[in-house]
Structures are given as C-alpha cells and as structure tokens.
C-alpha cells in the first residue's frame, strides 16, 4: 500500500531524494541534473520582492535552481503567487550580480493534486494535464529565441491527455494512484524514480513517527480547507443578495458554478 502524496510528509519524503528528484527532473524537463543540497521550506534572507515566500522543495547546481511546489486544489487558484515565486527566483540572482546578466536557468515545476477549480478569463475552464510557461522571445512569425530558458511547469494528472508524454505519463500515474488506488497501483517499475519513490513511500517503510506528521497534516489541511469552505460559502451568499452573476461570484471566491447554484436553490 503506498502512502498519500497529496500528503506534504509523504510527497516531501519521496521527491527530497536525490534518485527520485533527478528522474523526475530528467523526465520531466528533459535535462540533467546533478543534485547537490535539497532544501525544504526554502526562504531567501533577505525578502525577494514584496511576499515572504516558501518554496516546498529547492535545489540547485552551478547553472540551473530548480524549485518542486505541491499544492492541493483548495491552493491552485494563486497562479499569480506561482508566477511571482518564479519570476522572483529570477530576480533574486540580480543581487550580487555586477551586470544585468543571469547566471542559472530557472525552472519551477507544480504538481497539483486535484481538479482545478478555476477557468480563463473568458470563462472557460482549464482541464489540461500539462500547462508550460517559456521565457524566450519570439518574433512576429511565431519563431522562437532561445535567449534565456527559465520554464515553469504545471501538472495536473486530474485531466488526462493522450499528448502527455509517456515519461511525464509514469509520474501522473504514480501522484494519482497514491491518492485514489494506493493498495492496487498499476506504475512503470522499470523507471528507477518511480522505483525508487515506490519503496520509499510504502506505508510499511514509513516510520511511525513519519505516520504520526502525517495524519497530523491531514488533519490540519482539512480543518483549514473547512474554514476556508465556510468563508466562501458566506461570501457568495452576499454577493448572490447584490444581484451578481454565478460566474462572477466563482472567480471571487472560488466556489464551483454548480455549488453556487445549490446556494440560490437554498436560498429560493
């Protein structure tokens, strides 16, 4: 039976080893790595930017820094903290440099471990298992500029896609599994990673007090995502007495179309 990796204890505990971080690096962004220090609940001294930021899993070599966020789907609205987490690995390397020039190539890869609940601007929803963020310039013919490289990768395996790439695939399926069929997982044991993360996160290979942080976790995010239901629940009633529409009161609080719907129902 394989421990949860929506779990924060469970997924740190796989993915801060070296043999699973440098494969899934490698199947993930095709390039390697060699692992030096992995840190977790990484903060820069001095503040970057404006926001206190905490990057869940961090390590980096000479020429790249490579940053590992896991965030549940009550979370995967705050893309734009995604994006200022990113752009601040950028603009951090900008302190002790004597010229406008950056040294190592940034990449920052979310795993998000449930639906989204979010859409576009125009309001439709986004179901894509694999969203991609490049910082290279292209022309007016659609032609790219390989200048800088920094990428940042979002993963959802919620939305399967046939596209997905096989290497990418072994991975979704090994998050998923652990979450919804964790005593009868079907994964690629031939990749060494997923071999590796396997071993290390099955439940007779957790320590107890590894259980112990674990249940704790669990405990917590699910009386935070209850308090957070409930403040979202108390917005979108008032906002549904001011007259706003349903898509409206989704993206102010991050309801679902469907749950604000049963709200108007109640309320008629």
Same mark, same amino acid.
Request: hydrophobic share 35%; charged share 30%; with cysteine.
């Given at each position: 039976?394989?421990?949860?990796?929506?779990?924060?204890?469970?997924?740190?505990?796989?993915?801060?080893?070296?043999?699973?971080?440098?494969?899934?690096?490698?199947?993930?962004?095709?390039?390697?790595?060699?692992?030096?220090?992995?840190?977790?609940?990484?903060?820069?001294?001095?503040?970057?930017?404006?926001?206190?930021?905490?990057?869940?899993?961090?390590?980096?070599?000479?020429?790249?820094?490579?940053?590992?966020?896991?965030?549940?789907?009550?979370?995967?609205?705050?893309?734009?903290?995604? !994006?200022?987490? =990113?752009?601040? +690995?950028?603009? *951090?390397?900008?302190?002790? %440099? #004597?010229?406008?020039?950056?040294?190592?190539?940034?990449?920052?890869?979310?795993?998000?471990?449930?639906?989204?609940?979010?859409?576009?601007?125009?309001?439709?929803?986004?179901?894509?298992?694999?969203?991609?963020?490049?910082?290279?310039?292209?022309?007016?013919?659609?032609?790219?500029?390989?200048?800088?490289?920094?990428?940042?990768?979002?993963?959802?395996?919620?939305?399967?896609?046939?596209?997905?790439?096989?290497?990418?695939?072994?991975?979704?399926?090994?998050?998923?599994?652990?979450?919804?069929?964790?005593?009868?997982?079907?994964?690629?044991?031939?990749?060494?990673?997923?071999?590796?993360?396997?071993? !290390?996160?099955? =439940?007779?290979? +957790?320590?107890? *007090?590894?259980?112990?942080? %674990? #249940?704790?976790?669990?405990?917590?995010?699910?009386?935070?995502?209850?308090?957070?239901?409930?403040?979202?629940?108390?917005?979108?009633?008032?906002?549904?007495?001011?007259?706003?529409?349903?898509?409206?009161?989704?993206?102010?609080?991050?309801?679902?179309?469907?749950?604000?719907?049963?709200?108007?129902?109640?309320?008629?």
């Amino acid at each position: 039976m394989l421990g949860n990796l929506d779990n924060e204890v469970i997924f740190k505990k796989a993915f801060t080893d070296k043999v699973v971080f440098r494969t899934f690096v490698k199947d993930v962004l095709g390039i390697d790595f060699e692992v030096g220090k992995i840190e977790t609940e990484k903060k820069f001294n001095p503040k970057i930017g404006y926001i206190d930021f905490e990057l869940d899993i961090y390590a980096e070599s000479v020429d790249k820094r490579i940053c590992i966020e896991i965030q549940r789907v009550e979370y995967d609205h705050h893309f734009s903290c995604f !994006l200022h987490y =990113f752009l601040m +690995l950028i603009a *951090e390397q900008q302190r002790n %440099a #004597k010229e406008y020039h950056i040294d190592q190539t940034v990449y920052m890869i979310v795993v998000l471990t449930a639906p989204y609940t979010i859409s576009q601007k125009n309001g439709k929803p986004i179901l894509d298992e694999v969203l991609l963020l490049q910082l290279n310039p292209q022309n007016l013919k659609g032609e790219i500029r390989d200048l800088y490289g920094h990428q940042f990768v979002c993963l959802n395996p919620n939305h399967p896609d046939n596209d997905t790439p096989k290497q990418i695939r072994d991975w979704l399926d090994l998050i998923y599994q652990s979450i919804h069929s964790p005593e009868r997982p079907v994964l690629n044991t031939q990749n060494e990673g997923i071999r590796k993360a396997i071993e !290390l996160i099955s =439940f007779e290979n +957790l320590t107890p *007090e590894e259980r112990t942080k %674990a #249940k704790n976790k669990e405990a917590t995010r699910i009386t935070v995502a209850k308090i957070e239901n409930r403040r979202n629940l108390e917005i979108a009633q008032k906002l549904i007495a001011l007259g706003l529409d349903n898509l409206t009161i989704a993206k102010g609080t991050d309801l679902t179309l469907e749950q604000i719907e049963q709200l108007r129902n109640i309320k008629e």
